[in-house]
């Protein structure tokens, strides 16, 4: 990607991230951390679950060593703003989302070289 290209695209996360945090407060946190199951249960399907259905999709199709290398890479990643954005589209829980997504990516800068060296 050329640098305007790469300018583009982060100024328009930033603004859709923007956009949608306008619209909370400081409750809709609270609420989250006051009843932390859904988190917990949103951490574990990413951080455990997911990496164990790649697993064992690549045990069961036995792909190319760089297609089950990618899909590893994949399912150890963190979700991004794309999911906050299609949870305020359906009308979700949004602090919940971006609850997840902020813990969720602080957690995998130890879980990611985890799984992928597994």
Do not use: H, W, Y
């Not at 290398?69 to 359906?90: Q, W």
């Amino acid at each position: 990607m050329d640098q305007a290209s790469t300018l583009f695209l982060a100024v328009s996360i930033m603004i859709i991230m923007v956009g949608m945090g306008l619209g909370l407060t400081l409750q809709d946190f609270k609420r989250v951390a006051d009843n932390p199951k859904p988190v917990l249960i949103g951490l574990f399907n990413q951080i455990i679950l997911l990496p164990i259905v790649g697993f064992g999709l690549c045990l069961v199709f036995k792909p190319e060593p760089f297609i089950a290398i990618g899909l590893m890479m994949l399912v150890a990643c963190p979700g991004g703003t794309s999911s906050n954005i299609i949870t305020l589209l359906a009308k979700g829980d949004l602090p919940l989302s971006i609850s997840l997504t902020a813990i969720n990516s602080l957690i995998t800068i130890f879980t990611i070289p985890l799984i992928i060296n597994f």
